[in-house]
Every structure is written in C-alpha cells, then in structure tokens.
C-alpha cells in the first residue's frame, strides 16, 4: 500500500485490524450537539406545550374563519 507521503507498507489481507505495536492515538469524539437527531428549540420560539402530531395552534380559529366566510 502507498501512503500519502509516498511511501509503502505491507499490509496483510487478513489481519482482522491494526497492528499492535502501530495503533494510531485518537482524540475522543466530542459530544454530539443533538443525540437524538433533532436540535431542541431556541428558547425564544419554543412552544410552552407541543401541540399533537397533526394538529395546529390555528386548529382554535378555524371555525370561526370557516362560519363567517361560508355563511354557516
């Protein structure tokens, strides 16, 4: 195998990971900023209350929208 700076190494095919006496030091991974896999809300625009999977905040006005728009 060629290595970036150009020079070769044997490497054995079967070998099951690195060589022992060549194990490189690695630094720990830094704490991921969102575990889950969504960041959390800025604090300014969080929702005190979430509301349920498909529903809205404007669920409240839609019956008087709809009432004085279509004539009931």
């Given at each position: 195998?060629?290595?970036?700076?150009?020079?070769?190494?044997?490497?054995?095919?079967?070998?099951?990971?690195?060589?022992?006496?060549?194990?490189?030091?690695?630094?720990?991974?830094?704490?991921?900023?969102?575990?889950?896999?969504?960041?959390?809300?800025?604090?300014?625009?969080?929702?005190?209350?979430?509301?349920?999977?498909?529903?809205?905040?404007?669920?409240?006005?839609?019956?008087?929208?709809?009432?004085e728009e279509f004539?009931?």
């Amino acid at each position: 195998m060629m290595k970036g700076d150009g020079s070769r190494e044997e490497v054995d095919l079967g070998a099951t990971g690195p060589r022992q006496d060549e194990r490189p030091e690695q630094d720990p991974l830094p704490e991921p900023l969102a575990p889950m896999g969504a960041p959390s809300d800025h604090e300014a625009t969080a929702d005190e209350v979430e509301p349920a999977p498909g529903a809205s905040q404007l669920d409240d006005m839609l019956p008087g929208l709809l009432g004085e728009e279509f004539g009931q």
